[in-house]
């Protein structure tokens, strides 16, 4: 019990630092904006709002300047089931790549801004 008092304390922390030392949006053209979106159409990032490796791929989000849909697994039970049953285990972050019919989990936040670093850059 105090374990998790104090884990979510530190992540309320860590959320409130990064509030304070947002990083600035990558600035394109129109048409880099609309490419850079596109690369990441039908993505979406599963994630608990106060883990510090959530926040960090957030961050990273944030600076790219792309829009990825966002599901907390804590608020709505039904995507903590989609990313067991699609992802096959509860670990945040995690990157649901979508191309066509083709779906793809990632894990590690490390490796989802490499790769998301990679589809915008």
Same mark, same amino acid.
């Given at each position: 019990?105090?374990?998790? /008092?104090?884990?979510? $304390?530190?992540?309320?922390?860590?959320?409130?630092?990064?509030?304070?030392?947002? !990083?600035?949006?990558?600035?394109?053209?129109?048409?880099?904006?609309?490419?850079?979106?596109?690369?990441?159409?039908g993505h979406s990032l599963y994630q608990l709002y106060a883990c510090p490796f959530?926040?960090?791929?957030?961050? $990273?989000?944030?600076?790219?300047?792309?829009?990825?849909? /966002?599901?907390? /697994?804590?608020?709505? !039970? $039904?995507?903590?089931?989609?990313?067991?049953?699609?992802?096959?285990?509860?670990?945040? !972050?995690?990157l649901r790549i979508q191309n066509g019919d083709q779906v793809q989990w990632m894990?590690?936040?490390?490796?989802? /801004?490499?790769?998301?670093?990679?589809?915008?850059?």
């Amino acid at each position: 019990m105090l374990l998790k /008092i104090l884990r979510n $304390a530190l992540g309320l922390i860590i959320v409130f630092g990064n509030w304070l030392t947002k !990083p600035k949006r990558v600035q394109r053209s129109t048409a880099d904006q609309e490419l850079a979106q596109n690369a990441v159409a039908g993505h979406s990032l599963y994630q608990l709002y106060a883990c510090p490796f959530c926040v960090k791929t957030r961050r $990273a989000l944030h600076r790219l300047n792309v829009d990825v849909e /966002i599901r907390d /697994i804590n608020r709505d !039970p $039904a995507h903590r089931t989609a990313l067991e049953d699609g992802g096959g285990r509860v670990k945040v !972050p995690c990157l649901r790549i979508q191309n066509g019919d083709q779906v793809q989990w990632m894990y590690e936040s490390n490796d989802i /801004i490499e790769y998301l670093e990679q589809r915008v850059a």
